[in-house]
């Protein structure tokens, strides 16, 4: 069931650069691609979404970029800050959400 | 607080045990629903419910596991005879009908079975 194939598994970027996160999807009736933060010992929190007649959405640092033909879509965390050290998932919803297997991102200070 | 509330954060039971997990989703929100998260792993779906009734089924879920939402909501989640494989984080999380709606997130139950 690997609807969505999200990569890199980790990324390690210095504080103040860009992170940049993909994901590719298969299945054409999903309507709504979410991106979700999770820290240790939490639950994931929304962190940005987009629907697939968008083809970019810019929230405070974080931006999404979706491709509909290709069925990929990326976030960018621009001037990335020690503090988003966490895991991120991408996901695409079609009445319930399926999510990527994660992105364990580290920023170093 | 007004989130999505899941019952207990941490039970550990023995291997043959029943276990039942609580969750209290967002007051006006109709959909509720379950994954599980082992480690290093995105969530993985479970179940649904749109209000009390259970509208898919994962076939992660196998004859051991089930779900309840009678009221339309709070919802249990039971595991009869746990085995080790069951060991994992069970997430409850809330929506309001709509397709996209955002969905909120419990912290979840850690279930370890020794």
């Known amino acids: 069931q690997q609807q969505v194939k999200q990569s890199p598994q980790s990324l390690i970027v210095q504080k103040g650069g860009i992170s940049i996160i993909n994901c590719a999807y298969e299945n054409t009736a999903f309507d709504y691609f979410p991106w979700y933060q999770q820290f240790p010992g939490k639950g994931p929190a929304l962190l940005i979404a987009?629907?697939?007649?968008?083809s970019e959405k810019k929230e405070g640092r974080f931006t999404i970029s979706f491709n509909k033909s290709a069925k990929q879509f990326s976030l960018h965390i621009m001037d990335s800050q020690p503090g988003d050290s966490a895991t991120y998932f991408c996901?695409?919803?079609?009445?319930?959400?399926?999510f990527g297997k994660g992105t364990r991102l580290h920023i170093l200070p | 607080d007004t989130g999505v509330s899941q019952d207990p954060r941490h039970k550990i039971t023995k291997r043959g045990q029943n276990v039942t997990f609580r969750c209290d989703p967002i007051s006006e929100h109709n959909r509720l629903y379950w994954y599980r998260q082992t480690l290093g792993q995105g969530p993985e779906f479970l179940t649904y419910?749109?209000?009390?009734?259970?509208?898919?089924k994962s076939r992660l879920l196998s004859d051991r596991f089930s779900a309840e939402r009678p009221k339309g909501s709070f919802s249990t989640l039971e595991i009869q005879r746990t085995e080790q494989g069951d060991s994992a984080m069970y997430l409850c999380?809330?929506?309001?009908?709509?397709?996209?709606?955002?969905?909120?997130f419990g912290q979840g139950t850690r279930l370890t079975v020794v």
């Open positions: 419910f749109q209000n009390e009734a259970q509208l898919e």
């Open positions: 987009i629907r697939p007649d968008v």
């Open positions: 996901a695409a919803n079609d009445d319930k959400i399926i």
């Open positions: 999380a809330s929506s309001l009908i709509q397709g996209g709606a955002e969905a909120f």
